[in-house]
């Protein structure tokens, strides 16, 4: 790596392999209903608690820096984390995103986030002006025709409050963009106390 390459990456909190597993046979089940959207691979499904972008390789030893420290610094607690229903952006009526919210442990998602937020501000980072709203990403929509009526059906009523797991640690997290898709490599992994 040369210090002027560039770096997309982000910062999340992972489901296990369990969750994820059964988020993609959730999908699965949908997929043939609506062909057309892009839905996301079993191994991808993440909450993002701070999208950073492509940065310069520089860009991110300063960021890695400035979370070692807040993570060294900041004891966290581990917290319970119970999915909820599935929902849109920017809406249910012209949806361009699909993605299943969070019932339990919000607060704490949101205030992990703002640290966040806080830290790539420090580290010379563009911040984000929109209110950061938990979720896991499902599926992108390029044409809102590609969305059957029976697929909308079951996407709105799917509840997934039966999914808890307890977030332990944070994920910063490089992604490469392939033809078929991001491939996710964890560059660092902060725990977070129990």
């Not at 501000?121 to 059957?148: C, E, M, Q, Y």
Request: hydrophobic share 40%; proline share 4%; with cysteine.
């Amino acid at each position: 790596m040369y210090l002027n390459e560039v770096v997309r990456c982000f910062i999340a909190v992972n489901p296990g392999k369990k969750i994820r597993t059964e988020i993609s046979d959730w999908i699965q089940s949908l997929k043939n209903k609506a062909p057309g959207l892009k839905w996301v691979k079993d191994e991808a499904l993440h909450i993002t608690l701070k999208f950073c972008g492509e940065i310069e390789l520089k860009d991110l030893i300063r960021l890695q820096f400035f979370l070692d420290q807040f993570f060294r610094v900041n004891t966290m607690s581990s917290f319970p984390l119970t999915l909820g229903k599935a929902g849109a952006f920017p809406s249910l009526q012209r949806p361009r995103t699909l993605w299943i919210g969070i019932e339990e442990g919000q607060d704490h998602l949101i205030s992990l986030a703002s640290c966040m937020e806080d830290i790539c501000r420090k580290s010379g980072l563009s911040t984000d002006k929109r209110i950061f709203h938990p979720h896991i990403t499902v599926a992108r929509v390029k044409n809102a025709i590609d969305l059957a009526s029976s697929m909308w059906y079951d996407f709105e009523h799917h509840n997934f409050t039966h999914l808890k797991w307890e977030v332990k640690e944070v994920q910063l997290i490089q992604s490469n963009l392939t033809p078929d898709g991001p491939i996710y490599t964890t560059l660092r992994s902060y725990g977070l106390v129990r």
